[in-house]
């Protein structure tokens, strides 16, 4: 079946910097990517997705880009702000005729003022 | 603003109780589905369903069960909790499409079971 495998699991960060999380999934099926962000407290919210006949979306300072051929996506933030410190999980999902959405396990990111 | 709901949001219960996390969405959504989050952050799929009368167990073996007799409200009930089910609970719904599209969290239940 589909394994999401998501590196770093913690990334720190100064404030302004770049932050770059990756995921690699396996199964050369996958369609969507979709990227969540999850504040204390809160539930996952979706920050950004992208296609598998895109290769990059921007949002602001946000960018995520997807290398099919090698199975692999990242999620790029520029010039972080403490505001952006939480947790990021990433997604892999695949029409099996229901729609099967596997996470990877999270980065916890902290942006250091 | 939160388009899906769950209720409590706190909940600190005894051994051997039954309770019920309840979880309603307003989107017209007919995917909803259910996760357990540990404290180490992974998301694990206990229940979903595609539509109303429609469930089905997750990759996630769980005690609980869940009832879908409304598109809207999708609850998820534990009929004698024990210490090993405290955890934080989320609901979730996606729309329906040929196209697969990204997931409406709600902001979780925490339950305690002493």
């Known amino acids: 079946g589909e394994n999401v495998e998501q590196h770093p699991s913690t990334l720190s960060v100064q404030e302004g910097d770049s932050a770059v999380i990756k995921c690699t999934y396996s199964?050369?099926?996958?369609?969507?990517f979709p990227w969540y962000k999850q504040e204390l407290g809160k539930g996952p919210q979706l920050i950004i997705d992208i296609r598998s006949n895109v290769g990059e979306k921007k949002d602001q300072r946000i960018a995520v880009t997807l290398n099919k051929t090698a199975k692999h996506f990242s999620l790029h933030i520029t010039e972080t702000q403490p505001e952006d410190s939480a947790v990021y999980f990433c997604a892999a999902s695949i029409n099996t005729g229901g729609f099967k959405t596997i996470f990877g396990a999270g980065t916890r990111l902290f942006v250091k003022a | 603003e939160a388009d899906i709901y769950q209720t409590p949001r706190y909940l600190v219960i005894g051994t051997g109780k039954k309770i019920t996390l309840e979880c309603s969405q307003t989107?017209?959504?007919?995917?909803m589905y259910w996760y357990q989050q540990d404290p180490g952050m992974e998301l694990h799929l206990i229940h979903y369903?595609?539509?109303?009368?429609?469930?089905e167990k997750g990759d996630l073996s769980s005690e609980s069960t869940v009832s879908r007799i409304r598109t809207e409200h999708f609850p998820l009930t534990l009929e004698s909790a024990r210490p090993s089910h405290t955890s934080q609970y989320l609901c979730?719904?996606?729309?329906?499409?040929?196209?697969?599209?990204?997931?409406?969290f709600g902001s979780g239940t925490r339950l305690t079971v002493v």
């Open positions: 199964d050369s099926a996958s369609n969507y």
């Open positions: 369903s595609y539509g109303v009368n429609s469930t």
């Open positions: 979730a719904s996606s729309r329906s499409s040929s196209a697969n599209y990204g997931y409406t």
């Open positions: 989107m017209g959504h007919d995917k």
